[in-house]
């Protein structure tokens, strides 16, 4: 490890992330940690690269890729969460929406047709 890095062994994120006005990112999927501690979140797309567009068209977090966007960002409150987004986003103990285990294993089955290898959850 680089030793331009300090690590912090009591740093908590969640706490962190909790007692900030707002979460921006580009990529990370922090972002769905700060939509479940119920920060305002934006995803910064200058480029229309379409990280968690989901998120964006469904209301769950604001697009910045202005600085008009941005200053709305700022001014604004936090997104009320419909609760069918978090279930979608795997953020719900009660998610009937997506199962990212059996999503995972599809997809490797699906990937993996040519070897005829199947993949069990």
């Known amino acids: ?31 769905l940690q700060a939509l479940m501690l119920g ?5 910064v797309d200058k480029f229309s690269n379409g990280n968690y567009d989901y998120l964006i068209n469904h209301k769950a977090s604001m697009l910045v890729n202005s600085e008009d966007s941005l200053q709305n960002f700022l001014n604004s409150d936090r997104f009320e969460i419909p609760e069918e987004i978090l ?22 089955n699906e990937f993996d047709q040519t070897d005829k290898r199947i993949f069990k959850q």
């Open 87 to 108: 279930s979608y986003c795997g953020l719900k103990d009660e998610n009937d929406t997506l199962d990212i285990g059996e999503y995972l294993v599809s997809c490797m």
């Open 39 to 43: 920060v305002k979140t934006g995803v």
């Open 1 to 31: 490890m680089s030793n331009k890095f300090f690590i912090f062994e009591d740093f908590n994120f969640n706490a962190a992330v909790q007692s900030s006005d707002g979460f921006l990112t580009f990529s990370s999927s922090s972002i």
